[in-house]
């Protein structure tokens, strides 16, 4: 067996309330448009005949708290809040009760997102990579086991800049919900164990800039926090 020429960097691993152990990352598939009144603020109807996904590097994963540099590349960097899903199970071509029952945990997550280069490249009929999957830019907190906490229709979730709220809705908006999400999506992949789901945002995206802090969160999950440091 052939030694590696280099070492890549191990990617983060995200703490579990209650647990000694943490949980690794291994995809990030995200869920567009999502909440009907987001879909709408960026110029787009809903589309109801079945969710679409990009994905993130775990890579470009980081933990709540962190101060990290503004991108570079962009003149209009956006905040997203979300739900985030993580799997404890191996599932494939799941029904409701498989999906929901392959959810390891929830926690809050920051997508965030260059939106000039997404917008850019979305025009063109391009991939929307340079907009999406950026340095630092899936952001988790801490995850809370599904058996302490459930996805109800009425849990709050929230953002503010600079202690300015900016986004403010509830989970009851969003279109597709975690079971379907899931057994949609395993339809195309063989899901399992350190892939995450970021679900979608809610309305009220918007630029930050370097100083910015961010913060947000769901009913009775644990918080997130970003700071942006002017660019490297």
């Given at each position: 067996m052939q030694d590696n020429l280099f070492f890549l960097p191990e990617p983060?691993?995200?703490?579990?309330?209650g647990e000694a152990g943490a949980y690794p990352v291994g995809r990030i598939f995200c869920?567009?448009?999502?909440?009907?009144?987001?879909?709408?603020?960026?110029?787009?109807?809903?589309?109801?005949?079945?969710?679409?996904?990009?994905?993130?590097?775990a890579a470009n994963a980081v933990l709540t708290g962190k101060t990290v540099p503004f991108p570079p590349g962009t003149e209009n960097f956006h905040h997203e809040m979300e739900l985030a899903v993580a799997l404890g199970k191996q599932v494939f071509r799941a029904?409701?009760?498989e999906a929901l029952d392959a959810v390891y945990a929830y926690g809050c997550a920051l997508d965030m997102t260059r939106r000039d280069l997404q917008?850019?490249?979305?025009?063109?009929?391009?991939?929307w990579d340079l907009g999406k999957d950026v340095e630092n830019s899936a952001v988790f907190a801490p995850l809370t086991r599904s058996t302490a906490w459930s996805p109800d229709d009425d849990k709050r979730i929230?953002?503010?800049v600079n202690g300015e709220i900016r986004q403010?809705?509830?989970?009851a908006e969003l279109?597709?919900?975690?079971?379907?999400?899931?057994?949609?999506?395993?339809?195309?992949?063989?899901?399992?164990?350190?892939d995450l789901i970021l679900t979608g945002t809610p309305a009220g995206v918007g630029p930050v800039v370097a100083g910015d802090?961010?913060?947000g969160g769901i009913d009775g999950l644990d918080s997130i926090r970003l700071t942006l440091s002017a660019a490297d």
């Open positions: 983060i691993t995200i703490p579990v309330d869920v567009g448009r999502n909440y009907a009144a987001h879909a709408a603020e960026m110029g787009h109807e809903v589309d109801r005949e079945a969710p679409f996904y990009f994905t993130k590097s029904t409701s009760t917008i850019r490249e979305r025009n063109k009929q391009r991939p929230h953002l503010s403010d809705a509830t989970l279109i597709w919900k975690i079971d379907e999400i899931i057994s949609h999506l395993s339809g195309f992949y063989h899901l399992r164990p350190g802090v961010i913060e």
